[in-house]
């Protein structure tokens, strides 16, 4: 008796938004412009997701190598950052709030697989990151977690579980640090 038989997987269930039409002209077309190094320009991104049905606010940055699965379930506040190979694995809807910053190689995940069942079905949820939060370079956020308003996981961390707000988190996995705290405007930065 086979223990797992992958020869079952079906994700035929998977409502992937859009007709094989649009999710083509995606892949082959749209995508590979969101992520050329010579497009200097995050307006012209900006434009491109917003074409393909994502919700891109105001002063979006959009760094070359972005990776997004599928636009139309992508939406993105004002004057938030996404930084150079981010990948948006969104087969779900991911919600980006207002003056958020992705760091390079962030990865957002929002399918796993079920390792309970043996054809290994899917298992998706969105991912929210709220307004002023901060995700690390190469950190992972995986299916179902809300980075908290102005929440930060650290760089290389794996945040399994939500982040609350003002938490920061770091590790894998990711566990709280210490809460986030602003000097105030009389206070000098820190010595480099």
């Known amino acids: 008796m ?3 038989d992958l020869s079952t997987f079906d994700n035929s269930t998977h ?20 992520r050329c190094s010579l497009l200097p320009s995050s307006a012209i991104r900006r434009s ?21 699965k ?5 939406q993105i506040g004002d004057h938030s950052w996404i930084g150079e190979d981010c990948w948006i694995d969104n087969l779900v ?3 980006i709030g ?19 069942d043996r054809s290994f079905a899917y298992r998706l949820a969105g991912i929210a990151i709220g307004d002023g939060a901060w995700v ?3 950190s992972v956020v995986c299916p179902g977690v809300t980075v908290g308003r102005l929440a930060i996981l650290t760089a290389g961390s794996v945040a399994r579980e939500n982040i609350p707000e003002r938490e920061i988190h770091s590790g ?5 640090l210490k809460r986030r705290n602003f000097r105030s405007e009389s206070e000098s930065a820190p010595a480099a």
């Open 136 to 138: 690390g370079a190469k």
């Open 70 to 74: 599928y636009p139309w379930y992508l």
């Open 48 to 68: 491109l997701l917003r074409l393909f049905g994502a919700k891109i606010g105001a002063g979006v940055i959009l760094k070359p190598g972005v990776r997004v």
């Open 98 to 116: 207002t003056q958020c910053c992705l760091s390079q190689g962030a990865y957002l995940c929002t399918g796993n697989h079920d390792w309970s």
């Open 2 to 4: 086979r223990e797992i």
């Open 172 to 176: 894998n996995p990711a566990v709280f």
């Open 15 to 34: 409502n992937r938004g859009r007709s094989l039409a649009v999710q083509t002209f995606w892949f082959l077309f749209g995508l590979p412009i969101l």
């Open 93 to 95: 809807q991911v919600t």
